[in-house]
């Protein structure tokens, strides 16, 4: 399968602890995006990479949250000292250079107990 | 404000009729996106459109660009069918080398046997 993967699909956790997500995009997809979708919502966006230069990031992203790109091929999205208002979906999106097709990856569940 | 509103929120359908999700947008777009989403699960993207009109077995999307207005039409819908259907925009900045995808709240659409 050479889609996006996310990973883990569901996370469990308690409050106060910290957790992380894994994106892999689409091999030689050069932009890479986080969203946030809570029940009943649209997805909302957090993050944006290109490459491995953050070049947005949105204020619902708390000093709590960061997302790195190191290489430029897969990225991780950490929360720390997560709070229940965190449960949501976490999607990750990539796309090639300027082209305007997305691919979605199946989204990490994260629910704080 | 959000940028893509989706209507109706809800629609509940019998089996056989036709339906029709409607996106309006504020902003010049790249491309228009159109998802679905089941219970539970990632995101399947159904469409991408820059223009006209496109199909796909008994899925219709139709963009107006000069309206900011798309459509996503299901003929003979069945309760398979039945998911979150949402729309989003590719919104470039103004240099036109800053892409991110904004979302509208989705449909929830249930088709009854």
């Known amino acids: 399968d050479t889609g996006v993967s996310q990973n883990p699909r569901h996370k469990i956790t308690k409050r106060g602890q910290n957790v992380t997500f894994r994106c892999d995009p689409i091999s030689e997809h050069n932009r890479l995006y986080w969203y946030r979708q809570t029940l009943g919502q649209g997805p909302e966006f957090l993050t944006y990479f290109q490459n491995e230069a953050q070049l947005e990031k949105s204020r619902l992203l708390s000093d709590r949250f960061s997302a790195e790109r190191p290489k430029g091929s897969f990225s991780t999205l950490e929360i720390q000292r997560t709070e229940q208002g965190d449960s949501a979906m976490y999607l990750c999106a990539s796309s090639f250079r300027d082209r305007h097709e997305a691919f979605f990856g199946q989204g990490t569940r994260l629910t704080v107990v | 404000k959000n940028e893509v509103e989706q209507s109706p929120q809800n629609l509940t359908a019998q089996e056989g009729e036709f339906i029709t999700i409607n996106c309006s947008y504020s902003v010049g777009i790249s491309a228009l996106h159109w998802l679905q989403q089941h219970p539970g699960g990632g995101i399947v993207s159904l469409f991408m459109?820059?223009?006209g009109k496109k199909k796909h077995g008994r899925l219709i999307a139709t963009i107006n660009i000069q309206e900011k207005h798309s459509s996503l039409h299901i003929t003979a819908s069945h309760p398979r069918d039945s998911a979150v259907y949402i729309c989003?925009?590719?919104?470039?900045?103004?240099?036109?080398?800053?892409?991110?995808?904004?979302f509208g709240k989705g449909t929830l659409l249930t088709v009854n046997p």
């Open positions: 989003a925009q590719f919104q470039s900045n103004s240099g036109g080398s800053n892409y991110k995808l904004t």
């Open positions: 459109l820059s223009s």
